[in-house]
């Protein structure tokens, strides 16, 4: 804390997620997102399953969890393997000091030293591009269930990555007895669209 005392000078530190962070990030998300958060494609893509290994972060700032971010193994029809990011969410009261940024290098950062070729998100391109996203290689790709195209967002860590991806997107680890009912109930969502996935 600087000799000033103000509340914004309170480091922020950057880490991976514990066990312990658990009750707190999903409040976190809670008040970020509310209980429609359920109901969005994206989190029928996380549902029951654990984020990639060495992929889920958490801000934390003077004690208190304040932001989070994950990465999801997702695979499209076409058989790229990529990562689903989300959900971001930082506090309300700290939302403009930069930790939502920080989260996105940080991760973004993991998942190419871990070799990661690309991720995918849907979001608003105005506050992605920054950090390399675009729907240019998305057009071939679908979320199942409802979701606005141009908020369909990659970013190719490497290269190329997503030449050619097309195709439904699935969670990865997942059988395919058990992908198929996965999919049926995906499909079934009720998401309006014009909500965030």
Request: glycine fraction near 12%; hydrophobic fraction near 45%; charged fraction near 20%.
């Amino acid at each position: 804390m600087s000799s000033s005392g103000s509340p914004n000078d309170r480091p922020v530190a950057i880490r991976r997620e514990r066990r312990s962070d658990v009750a707190a990030r999903e409040s976190l998300l809670d008040a970020a997102f509310g209980p429609g958060r359920f109901a969005k494609t994206s989190e029928r893509l996380r549902e029951g399953r654990k984020p990639a290994r060495g992929l889920a972060f958490v801000a934390r700032r003077g004690g208190r969890l304040v932001g989070t971010l994950r990465l999801w193994p997702v695979v499209t029809a076409t058989g790229h393997a990529c990562l689903l990011l989300g959900p971001l969410a930082v506090a309300e009261e700290v939302r403009c000091l930069g930790i939502g940024a920080a989260l996105m290098r940080r991760a973004l950062q993991r998942a190419n030293l871990l070799g990661h070729r690309a991720v995918i998100l849907v979001g608003d391109a105005a506050y992605y591009d920054r950090f390399g996203f675009s729907a240019a290689t998305t057009g071939a790709l679908r979320m199942p269930g409802p979701y606005e195209r141009e908020r369909l967002l990659a970013c190719e860590l490497v290269p190329g990555a997503l030449r050619g991806a097309g195709g439904l997107i699935a969670p990865a680890s997942l059988p395919p007895s058990r992908l198929s009912g996965l999919m049926d109930r995906i499909a079934g969502s009720q998401a309006p669209i014009g909500q965030p996935a």
